[in-house]
């Protein structure tokens, strides 16, 4: 059984900085590609970062310069770095994961973590 297990949101200030981490646990083969996606108050989801098995990243305009995303190979982990965070980024953020596992790859996803950002 494969297990996301998001941390590291919370409620901060209009300028402050989070660190939210995606750990995938169970009986995985090797992780391809991994995402973060929010979901603001009222809105779609959207794709905020990628980052590829090669390490390739991409990054939606609102979130360009201010927001790194990176992975840990050794701990199954992809991290979402958020700098100079505003109002507008008030989100419930999910991490989703393209696994081999079972012969092919599949996506999953993460419980969510809320991040709450007042001006």
């Known amino acids: 059984q494969v297990q996301l297990v998001e941390s590291g949101g919370g409620l901060v200030q209009a300028g402050g900085s989070l660190r939210l981490s995606c750990v995938v646990s169970g009986s995985i083969g090797s992780i391809n590609f991994m995402h973060w996606y929010r979901q603001p108050p009222g809105k779609q989801r959207e794709l905020v970062a990628h980052i590829s098995s090669g390490g390739g990243t991409t990054y939606a305009d609102s979130v360009k310069g201010r927001f790194a995303i990176s992975r840990d190979g050794t701990k199954n982990t992809v991290y979402l770095q958020m700098n100079s965070l505003n109002p507008e980024d008030t989100a419930v953020y999910s991490c989703?994961?393209?696994?081999?596992?079972?012969?092919?790859?599949?996506?999953?996803w993460g419980q969510g973590t809320q991040v709450t950002v007042s001006s």
């Open positions: 989703n994961v393209n696994i081999y596992i079972g012969g092919a790859y599949r996506t999953y």
